[in-house]
């Protein structure tokens, strides 16, 4: 398989717009708050994440955070958008953890209606690549309830390795939640390509 493509980039100023066969990959536009809302607001899909903004404003306000926290390096968000569309239906976000992007977590949410279609492991191994190429990245995390099936599948088909159990580190409804916590490391991503 050949390593996805990553353009080179000032990523501060603007990510990179990533097109791939089922996918392209871009920064989120304030066009992209009614798709995200329709899409992510459902229980199916927001049940295993934190709550999403459930208005048009509430993800207006979170797309123009998500530029603003980019511009300071602290966070990426790429706007999921399948071939065929021109709207988000999902997104695929990057944070650091110690103050630079060296150790960094990820997470992604995308609507239902796209699941099991491979968007999202061609769109997750484009984001990964990009975040070890131009983030500079050596290890990336995610965290994934216990009981979200799709998402730890997911993780794993990626070839994410899993790592152990975050004993009640997820509060969803009043209610603490176990994690799975896994990893990819830049040196393993680079050798499985």
Same mark, same amino acid.
């Given at each position: 398989?050949?390593?996805?493509?990553?353009?080179?980039?000032?990523?501060?100023?603007?990510?990179?717009?990533?097109?791939?066969?089922?996918?392209?990959?871009?920064?989120?536009?304030?066009?992209?708050?009614?798709?995200?809302?329709?899409?992510?607001?459902?229980?199916?899909?927001?049940?295993?994440?934190?709550?999403?903004?459930?208005?048009? +404003?509430?993800?207006?306000? @979170?797309?123009?955070?998500?530029?603003?926290?980019? $511009? &300071?390096? !602290?966070? =990426?968000? #790429?706007?999921?958008?399948?071939?065929?569309?021109?709207?988000?239906?999902?997104?695929?976000?990057?944070?650091?953890?110690?103050?630079?992007?060296?150790?960094?977590?990820?997470?992604? +949410?995308?609507?239902?209606? @796209?699941?099991?279609?491979?968007?999202?492991?061609? $769109? &997750?191994? !484009?984001? =990964?690549? #990009?975040?070890?190429?131009?983030?500079?990245?050596?290890?990336?995390?995610?965290?994934?309830?216990?009981?979200?099936?799709?998402?730890?599948?997911?993780?794993?088909?990626?070839?994410?390795?899993?790592?152990?159990?975050?004993?009640?580190?997820?509060?969803?409804?009043?209610?603490?939640?176990?994690?799975?916590?896994?990893?990819?490391?830049?040196?393993?991503?680079?050798?499985?390509?």
């Amino acid at each position: 398989m050949m390593p996805p493509e990553v353009v080179s980039t000032d990523w501060r100023r603007a990510l990179p717009v990533i097109e791939a066969k089922q996918v392209t990959l871009r920064d989120l536009r304030l066009s992209d708050a009614e798709t995200l809302l329709a899409y992510l607001n459902t229980e199916e899909v927001s049940r295993f994440i934190s709550p999403p903004p459930t208005t048009l +404003a509430g993800f207006e306000r @979170f797309i123009e955070w998500t530029h603003r926290e980019r $511009a &300071a390096g !602290h966070y =990426v968000c #790429f706007a999921v958008v399948p071939a065929g569309h021109h709207q988000a239906i999902g997104i695929i976000q990057v944070r650091q953890l110690n103050g630079s992007f060296e150790v960094a977590e990820w997470g992604f +949410a995308i609507g239902a209606e @796209f699941w099991g279609t491979g968007i999202f492991i061609e $769109a &997750a191994r !484009h984001v =990964v690549t #990009f975040t070890f190429a131009s983030l500079g990245t050596s290890r990336l995390e995610a965290r994934a309830s216990m009981q979200n099936g799709r998402g730890n599948g997911a993780l794993q088909k990626l070839g994410a390795t899993r790592e152990g159990i975050l004993r009640k580190s997820f509060l969803r409804d009043g209610e603490y939640h176990d994690q799975t916590l896994w990893s990819v490391v830049a040196s393993d991503w680079a050798t499985n390509l």
